[in-house]
């Protein structure tokens, strides 16, 4: 008689990398990133970060004190973790330069979702597009300045 065995789940399964959805606030929520040359630094980070980390920046919205952004790695990209954590660094590097100040610009952690549908995709970016008209600093979100896309990003 054949004993039966029982198959093991997989702990990981991998089908393609994910869109992950992405927020980070400013060390103790000061309200820095709404202004022209602050917002520019942070656009130019993420218009950078395929070459650098190998992750692909789809839409965003940059808040006074916090960022929402969508990111898909590359095959070869480093893990989620290390390329926040190096995208931090490069933006308070430079936000420190120009602000000249040495002070803390992000909180350590950081906020991901992966998004399993292009539903969830389009339901959390109206979420997050929608963010400056609940915050009251514009009627219609599309007056807000600081949000936009790097690069169209599909499920």
């Given at each position: 008689m054949a004993t039966r065995t029982k198959l093991?789940?997989?702990?990981?399964?991998?089908?393609?990398?994910?869109?992950?959805?992405?927020?980070?606030?400013?060390?103790?929520?000061?309200?820095?990133?709404?202004?022209?040359?602050?917002?520019?630094?942070?656009?130019?980070?993420?218009?950078?970060t395929r070459e650098r980390h190998g992750w692909m920046i789809g839409q965003y919205v940059i808040m006074p004190d916090h960022v929402?952004?969508?990111?898909?790695?590359?095959?070869?990209?480093?893990?989620?973790?290390?390329?926040?954590?190096?995208?931090?660094?490069?933006?308070?590097?430079?936000?420190?330069?120009?602000?000249k100040s040495d002070t803390p610009i992000w909180q350590e952690r950081?906020?991901?979702?992966?998004?399993?549908?292009?539903?969830?995709?389009?339901?959390k970016w109206q979420y997050v597009q929608n963010n400056p008209v609940r915050a009251g600093l514009v009627k219609n979100p599309n007056d807000w300045p600081w949000q936009g896309t790097i690069e169209n990003l599909s499920m």
């Open positions: 093991k789940r997989l702990s990981r399964v991998w089908v393609e990398p994910p869109i992950y959805f992405i927020t980070t606030c400013v060390q103790k929520r000061r309200k820095i990133l709404d202004n022209k040359i602050i917002a520019n630094i942070l656009i130019d980070e993420w218009r950078n929402h952004f969508f990111c898909h790695p590359e095959w070869t990209a480093k893990k989620l973790p290390h390329f926040i954590m190096r995208w931090k660094e490069w933006t308070s590097k430079r936000i420190q330069a120009e602000t950081f906020f991901d979702h992966v998004l399993r549908s292009p539903n969830s995709y389009s339901s």
